[in-house]
Each structure stands twice: as C-alpha cells, then as structure tokens.
C-alpha cells in the first residue's frame, strides 16, 4: 500500500509539489505500474524515477495528482550462460495518476 502522508500534510501549502515529487520517488517501484508502462524494455530497473506534475485537482475525498514518471527499463538477454548480450537500459516514461485519500493518506496509483 503506499501512503502519501507528507504530501497530504503539506496540501495547500508551497511546498505541496516538492512533498508529493520526493514522495512518490522515494515509493517502492513495485507499488507503482511501471512494469506495466513499459513501452521499449522488459524489466524496470532498480534506479531512481524522476516526477513531473501534470495536474492536480481535489475532490471533496481526494487530491487526485497526474504525473509523468520517467524512469529506467532494461532489456535483459536470454540468461543462457553463453548469451553475449549485455544488461541494456531504455528510458521510459508513462503517466499515472496518484488518487490520495484526504483522510488517510491511503493512495492509489493508476497507469493512465
């Protein structure tokens, strides 16, 4: 499950787009659909994301936050113990869209 916490804490203020960018880079990449928005590559590697906001819009539950993750996915060879080909790493990128719950800072992340 991810929780949003900071970024829910600092809704409303200046620093509301900083708290939700370190957040979210800083959520385990397999609570987030970047295997699924993998577009040149096989696997998501295991190196830092990058958050860009898109759009931001509450409701009277949540703080929706769409966002554009660029990231990092490799396209492994055949593990035969002769394959030559080495580990090769794409940049992605794909859209997803953060639904925090402004009660709990409970958070869904849905690829777009």
Same mark, same amino acid.
């Given at each position: 499950?991810? %929780?949003?916490?900071?970024?829910? @804490?600092?809704? +409303?203020?200046?620093?509301? %787009? &900083? /708290?939700?960018?370190?957040?979210? /880079? &800083?959520? #385990?990449?397999?609570?987030?659909?970047?295997?699924?928005?993998?577009?040149?590559?096989?696997? $998501?590697?295991?190196? #830092?994301?990058? =958050? $860009?906001?898109?759009? $931001?819009? %509450?409701?009277? @539950?949540?703080?929706? /936050?769409?966002? +554009?993750?660029?990231?990092?996915?490799?396209?492994? +060879?055949?593990?035969?113990?002769?394959?030559?080909?080495?580990?090769?790493?794409?940049?992605?990128?794909? @859209? =997803?869209?953060? #639904?925090? &719950?402004?009660?709990? /800072? %409970?958070?869904?992340?849905?690829?777009?």
């Amino acid at each position: 499950m991810i %929780e949003l916490s900071h970024t829910l @804490e600092a809704w +409303g203020s200046p620093d509301f %787009e &900083n /708290a939700l960018k370190d957040e979210i /880079a &800083n959520t #385990d990449t397999a609570l987030l659909p970047l295997q699924q928005g993998l577009s040149k590559s096989s696997h $998501v590697s295991e190196g #830092d994301i990058s =958050v $860009v906001i898109l759009d $931001v819009t %509450e409701t009277s @539950e949540f703080i929706r /936050a769409k966002t +554009g993750i660029i990231y990092a996915g490799i396209i492994a +060879g055949s593990c035969c113990e002769d394959d030559p080909t080495p580990l090769s790493e794409q940049t992605e990128y794909c @859209e =997803v869209q953060f #639904d925090i &719950n402004k009660k709990t /800072a %409970e958070t869904t992340a849905t690829l777009l």
